[in-house]
C-alpha cells in the first residue's frame, strides 16, 4: 500500500485512504514514552481491526524543545504546513517556555490552524481510583471554544507604558474604575467563534445519540462576554438545528418534562452552579459547551472525578484540520524513565480513530485499555492506588494492553 493524505470533502467529510500519512509530534519531557507506547498500541489496534488492509504511515514533525533545538523554532512554520496538509495529525505533550517569545506552543498550534473546538471526552474506566462515590455516573463531552476569550492573549503587563495607556483610555473614555498600575488583559468573545463551537456540540450530540448540550458560562457577571456567549448558543441552535433541538424551557412547558425522541435539549448553566452539579448530578450532563477559560478548568476538575490527566483524551479539532492530545504535562523529573502512564494520549489516539472512521480499531483500543487496567498491570500511579496491582513500565503496559486485543 502507497501512503497517501487524507483528503476533505466538500462536505466537509473526510476521504480516508487504507494507508494515510498521519504526522505526529512526540512531544517534551515523557513524550517520547508515552508516543511510543501509544504507537505501537494504535498500530496493533488497525491491525487487530483490519488485518493487512489499512495501517497508517506515520510522519514525525517538530514542535517545542526538539523544534527549537533543530530548527530555532519552538513552532516551525513547516510543522503547521505539513498538519494542513495531511489534515489529521497526533501530539505528545510540549513545554512552555517561559520568557521566550512564544506564550505557549500548544495554544500557538491551536490559534495558527485554527482549531476552534477542544472536544474533551470525559468516562469512567471501570478499576481506576476515583474520589468520587459513583465515578460510572460520569459520562460528558466537553466542547470548549479555543481560540478567544483570556486566551487570544490581548493583555500588558502592570505598569508598562502600552498598560498606562489603556488605564488611562479606560477611564478617561470609558469612564472605568481601574487601580492604580494594574495589569490589563481582554477578553474577545464573538458571535461567529461562539455559534461555530456550539454548532459543533450540538452536532456532536446529534451523531451521538446524545440527549442534551449545556452552555457553561458566567453570564450573570460578565453580560455582554459570557452572557452573550449563552445568547449566541440559543440562537445558532434555532438558525440550524430548530427542528431537531428544544430548549429546556420548552422541554417542560411543552413536553410536560419529558424529551421527545430524537430532539437534543439545550440548557444553560452558571459556572459555579455546574461544576456543582457536574459532581453531585453527572448523569444529567452529557455534551458541554463552554468559552475557553471555563473549558479548561472544567475539563481538568472532570477528569479528577475519573482518576486524573493521566486517562483523560483530547482532541482540538477545526474546519481544515485536526490534532489529538495528550492531555497533561510534561512531567520532566520522569522523562526517559519508561514510568509515566500513557492512556491519555493513547485514548487520544482512539478518538483519532474514530474521528477517522475507523471505529472498529478505536473500539479494540478502549476495550483492551479497560482489560488491562481490570487485570491490575499498570504504571506506578495506578498501582499504588490499587490494591493487588502490579507495577508496570509505560512500555509494558502498552504491551499489556496489545496483549488483551483479539
Known amino acids: 500500500m502507497e501512503p497517501a493524505a487524507i483528503q476533505k470533502n466538500d462536505d466537509g467529510t473526510l476521504n480516508i485512504p487504507d494507508c494515510p500519512t498521519i504526522p505526529f509530534i512526540e512531544g517534551d519531557g515523557i513524550g517520547p514514552d508515552i508516543w511510543r507506547a501509544t504507537r505501537k498500541v494504535l498500530d496493533s489496534a488497525v491491525t487487530a481491526a483490519y488485518g493487512t488492509r489499512r495501517r497508517i504511515d506515520w510522519l514525525e514533525v517538530l514542535a517545542g524543545e526538539k523544534g527549537f533545538h533543530e530548527t530555532g523554532e519552538w513552532l516551525p512554520t513547516e510543522t503547521l504546513e505539513t498538519i494542513k496538509k495531511y489534515i489529521v495529525a497526533i501530539k505528545g505533550p510540549l513545554t512552555t517556555p517561559v520568557g521566550k517569545g512564544i506564550r505557549s506552543v500548544n495554544v500557538a498550534i491551536r490559534q495558527k490552524l485554527d482549531l476552534h473546538a477542544c472536544v474533551r471526552p470525559v468516562k469512567y474506566i471501570d478499576t481506576v481510583p476515583s474520589p468520587m462515590k459513583r465515578p460510572e455516573k460520569v459520562n460528558m463531552v466537553v466542547f470548549r471554544e479555543n481560540t478567544e476569550d483570556l486566551y487570544a492573549g490581548i493583555e500588558w503587563q502592570a505598569e508598562s507604558e502600552a498598560a498606562e495607556k489603556m488605564i488611562a483610555f479606560l477611564r478617561d473614555e470609558m469612564e472605568a474604575d481601574i487601580p492604580e498600575h494594574a495589569g490589563i488583559g481582554i477578553k474577545p468573545i464573538s458571535a461567529r467563534n461562539t455559534k461555530r463551537l456550539v454548532a459543533s456540540a450540538i452536532t456532536y450530540a446529534l451523531d451521538n445519540n446524545l440527549p442534551s448540550v449545556t452552555l457553561m458560562h458566567k ?42 425522541a430524537g430532539k437534543v435539549v439545550i440548557k444553560d448553566r452558571i459556572a459555579d452552579m455546574l461544576f456543582q ?30 482518576g486524573g490527566l493521566g486517562m483523560a483524551p483530547g482532541a482540538n479539532i477545526g474546519v481544515q484540520a485536526a490534532v489529538f492530545e495528550a492531555t497533561h504535562g510534561t512531567a520532566p523529573k520522569y522523562a526517559g524513565l519508561d514510568k509515566v502512564n500513557p492512556s491519555s494520549l493513547i485514548l487520544s489516539g482512539a478518538m483519532m480513530l474514530d474521528y477517522m472512521g475507523w471505529k472498529e480499531a478505536a473500539q479494540k483500543v478502549r476495550q483492551a485499555l479497560q482489560a488491562a487496567v481490570k487485570a491490575g498491570t499498570v504504571t506506578y500511579d495506578l498501582a499504588r492506588q490499587i490494591d493487588g496491582a502490579t507495577e508496570i513500565k509505560c512500555s509494558a503496559f502498552a504491551e499489556q494492553i496489545v496483549s488483551h486485543m483479539a
Open 277 to 306: 452539579q457536574v459532581l453531585l448530578r453527572p448523569d444529567e450532563y452529557h455534551v458541554i459547551a463552554t468559552p475557553n477559560l471555563n473549558g479548561d478548568y472544567l475539563s481538568d476538575a472532570l477528569a479528577a472525578q475519573v
Open 219 to 260: 453570564g450573570n457577571i460578565m453580560k455582554f462576554t459570557e452572557g452573550a456567549f449563552s445568547k449566541w448558543g440559543y440562537e445558532v441552535a434555532q438558525e440550524r438545528f430548530a427542528d431537531q433541538t428544544i430548549t429546556e424551557a420548552e422541554l417542560y412547558t411543552k413536553y410536560d418534562g419529558k424529551p421527545p
